[in-house]
């Protein structure tokens, strides 16, 4: 028991939603008889759900500045339709058809942020809103039509990594990002170590490092073991990498950087944060068109995988994202949250589907457990933080070093003379 303790404890406790995946995963492997941890199965799982994993990058950062955004399905089917007419009609070439929706994302993006943060409309009600007005204008636009799209342009959501060099029997790129991204959690790990001792702070015993080091890197081989001994002309996917990036952006954003800490300051006491110097109204604009911008990248990746742009494209995404970010760890009042745990909290409702879906499970029992799996994530956290326990969104959040979610933001100096001034106030969280 003493052993299992040391193991969560401390930074290792970040790794939660990633057991709970784990174990989700080898459930539906037992029940299926071995047809969850296929290669086709494995890749076909991740194409198809990276534009939803996008989607749930940017909705983080709208659910920890205190908002909640219902018109990304709708702005991803009209940037879809969008892109496929003036590729088609005007013979934009694949990247122009890119740049174009990445501009109609950040002009419906600004558009809906302006009324957010400078008009000072519920969020809920602008993007309730869009919802209605963009799904209106994709079936307006394209006269409830399908719209084909090149093979050029498929490339970013339904290709795959190339194969270069000589035959080894594994797709060699795929095997490389694996070993890469192994690597990269090894040397993460050695310099936390060494980082906490030369500022005097206790690490946990060598051991629980190893072996939560080694239970990770185990899992990143096993899986670029699947993604590159797939059938022949398939590896890891494309828009697999898009979200890699995105991800490794959006870490960068929201743990290194001034506008990152300022959207958990916003979330977590918009007033404090406000009075501390902290331009919320910036943040909210910034916040609105970010997602709006990733919701018009999903749609894209989605109408590639699917090679036509159609009037019924982005139905439901938003709730997707959503509950994604929240069986993430992110709080229903804002300032809490990551970008990892919204991405591993859509890994787990894509295996939900994907592994329901293999056991022949209908639609109306998929849609009935997994409402139960949000309502169940959710009422676990806000139990923990009831019985003054860490709740289990604060756990997971122990990740990366420092917290990003637990700022120290100075307060306002008092105007009363007879009360101490300097004083510093911390917007934090659970964790």
Avoid at 30 to 46: A, D, R
Avoid at 69 to 76: E, R, Y
Avoid at 125 to 142: D, P, S
Wanted: aromatic share 8%.
């Amino acid at each position: 028991m003493k052993a299992v303790k040391a193991l969560l404890s401390g930074n290792g406790r970040q790794f939660g939603m990633i057991f709970a995946l784990v174990v989700l995963i080898a459930l539906f492997q037992w029940l299926t008889g071995g047809k969850t941890l296929t290669p086709t199965n494995m890749i076909n799982l991740f194409n198809g759900n990276s534009y939803i994993l996008i989607l749930a990058v940017g909705m983080v950062f709208v659910i920890i500045a205190g908002h909640i955004d219902l018109s990304v399905g709708s702005v991803a089917a009209f940037t879809g339709i969008i892109v496929a007419m003036a590729m088609r009609d005007w013979g934009l070439p694949w990247y122009g058809g890119i740049l174009l929706g990445l501009l109609i994302g950040a002009a419906i993006g600004a558009w809906q942020g302006m009324w957010v943060a400078y008009v000072g409309i519920p969020a809920f009600i602008v993007t309730l809103a869009g919802m209605l007005i963009f799904r209106g204008a994709n079936q307006w636009v394209g006269k409830s039509n399908t719209v084909p799209v090149s093979s050029d342009f498929q490339f970013i959501g339904a290709g795959y990594l190339p194969e270069v060099g000589p035959n080894t029997g594994f797709n060699n790129l795929t095997l490389l990002l694996g070993l890469l991204l192994a690597a990269v959690v090894v040397v993460g790990e050695i310099r936390r170590r060494a980082k906490t001792a030369k500022i005097g702070s206790a690490n946990p015993p060598v051991w629980v490092s190893v072996v939560k080091t080694g239970l990770l890197v185990a899992a990143i081989l096993y899986a670029t073991y699947l993604f590159s001994t797939g059938r022949p002309g398939t590896s890891f996917p494309i828009s697999g990498i898009i979200l890699c990036a995105l991800v490794i952006f959006y870490v960068f954003i929201s743990t290194k950087t001034v506008i990152g800490r300022h959207v958990y300051a916003v979330g977590g006491n918009l007033h404090a944060a406000e009075l501390s110097g902290v331009q919320s109204k910036k943040v909210n604009f910034l916040v609105m068109m970010n997602m709006s911008i990733l919701a018009s990248l999903a749609g894209m990746i989605f109408v590639a995988r699917s090679t036509a742009s159609g009037p019924f494209d982005g139905t439901g995404w938003e709730l997707d994202a959503i509950a994604a970010v929240f069986i993430g760890g992110a709080a229903v009042s804002g300032g809490v949250g990551t970008v990892v745990g919204s991405v591993v909290g859509g890994l787990v409702m894509a295996v939900l589907n994907n592994g329901l879906q293999l056991l022949g499970i209908g639609a109306d029992l998929t849609s009935i457990i997994k409402g139960l799996v949000l309502l169940v994530a959710v009422a676990l956290d806000v139990w923990n933080k009831s019985q003054g326990k860490p709740s289990i969104t604060g756990l997971m959040m122990r990740s990366f070093g420092r917290k990003p979610d637990q700022l120290s933001v100075p307060a306002p100096v008092n105007p009363k003379p007879e009360m101490p001034t300097g004083t510093k106030s911390t917007i934090g969280t659970d964790a």
